[in-house]
């Protein structure tokens, strides 16, 4: 249930209804929009609640969210969210890339990598140190070595760097070097992970899940926002069909159909979504056209070497030219770049 403020209404009628809520036993979400504040309710016995509370001068209405998901959908908050970042802001209207290796592979490979996305426009560096792989006879990720490499990424080319963490005991440590917490695809709905990122104030990439349905993840984003991290960005990085031509099918129609559901940001991970490093420069262009806020994509100074994703990962040169080749078309759907 949703509690839609009067026009108008200050910092003490809010806090005079969610005080009288938060005595009646709900939790309580704050969503402060251009023109009014909305609150988000989240409890039984909404009907009794409702009653009461449209008795309040403060109160100009009630509304039952019907989608499972209340924080994460836009009827709870209709306006876009945007996330402010240091240097960069994700979900306006200018377009974001987030670049770099699959997996932190050492510090030269990594600083190479890094110096390179920077100069082709990227302000976001990607790179896996905890790394969850199919085979446990795959290259496992350097771990807390490769944090260090990522703090190293940041001092010398103050980029904002994104991974992974796998479980929730490492969240304090992945969170103390990233600007940006990632969550993969596999552990969409690890709920004891979701949960710890709810308790802390970063934002989270959430990867839609192998076989996850929209509405599945965009619950999973709703354990966070329920924990009061309203810093969620969405990832679709492809699903599982039967066609075993591309490694993952990309929903590129997630991207439209989420903007409709959901206020949150999307982006478009395009390597992990084909699998194939020939088709990510035409899968980025439909991403940014279809609506996207932004890109992920893989890029090694190697790939041919590269322990981990090398076929779908693209060269520093052709990485550069992919952007240059998307100026266009951000300009055709009106975004900055
Ligand atoms: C990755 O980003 O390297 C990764 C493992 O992605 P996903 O979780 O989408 O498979
Ligand atoms: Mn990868």
Redesign the pocket.
């Known amino acids: 249930m949703i509690v839609v403020m009067n026009h108008g209404a200050g910092e003490d009628d809010v806090a005079r209804v969610t005080d009288k809520l938060k005595d009646m036993g709900y939790g309580v979400h704050l969503s402060s929009g251009e023109n009014r504040t909305i609150i988000g309710v989240i409890g039984q016995r909404r009907e009794e609640a409702a009653q009461t509370l449209e008795a309040m001068p403060e109160v100009e209405q009630v509304v039952f969210v019907t989608r499972p998901f209340k924080l994460a959908g836009r009827e709870f908050h209709p306006d876009d969210t945007v996330i402010d970042l240091d240097k960069a802001s994700i979900g306006g209207n200018e377009l974001i890339f987030m670049a770099g290796p699959?997996a932190i592979e050492g510090e030269e490979q990594l600083l190479e990598a890094a110096r390179a996305v920077k100069e082709a426009g990227a302000r976001v560096f990607?790179g896996?140190a905890f790394?969850?792989r199919t085979s446990p006879y795959s290259f496992q990720g350097l771990e807390r070595e490769g944090l260090q490499y990522l703090n190293q990424v940041r001092d010398e080319t103050g980029l904002l760097i994104v991974t992974?963490v796998m479980d929730q005991f490492t969240v304090g440590e992945v969170a103390e070097c990233a600007d940006i917490i990632?969550v993969?695809?596999?552990n969409m709905q690890n709920y004891y992970l979701l949960r710890e990122l709810g308790k802390i104030r970063k934002p989270v990439l959430l990867?839609r899940g192998l076989s996850a349905t929209i509405e599945e993840w965009l619950m999973a984003a709703e354990y966070i926002l329920n924990g009061g991290n309203y810093q969620v960005i969405l990832c679709e990085?492809g699903i599982r069909t039967f066609e075993p031509y591309t490694r993952n099918t990309l929903d590129l129609s997630a991207v439209p159909l989420v903007k409709q559901l959901s206020h949150l940001p999307v982006i478009i991970?395009p390597s992990?979504g084909t699998g194939h490093s020939n088709l990510v420069p035409a899968m980025s262009k439909a991403a940014v056209a279809a609506g996207a806020d932004g890109l992920?994509i893989?890029v090694h100074p190697n790939p041919q070497e590269a322990l981990s994703?090398g076929p779908q990962s693209l060269t520093p040169q052709q990485f550069r030219q992919l952007i240059n080749e998307l100026k266009g078309v951000a300009l055709s759907v009106g975004r900055l770049m």
């Open positions: 699959c990607r896996g790394k969850p992974e990632q993969g695809a596999r990867k990085r991970d992990h992920m893989e994703d």
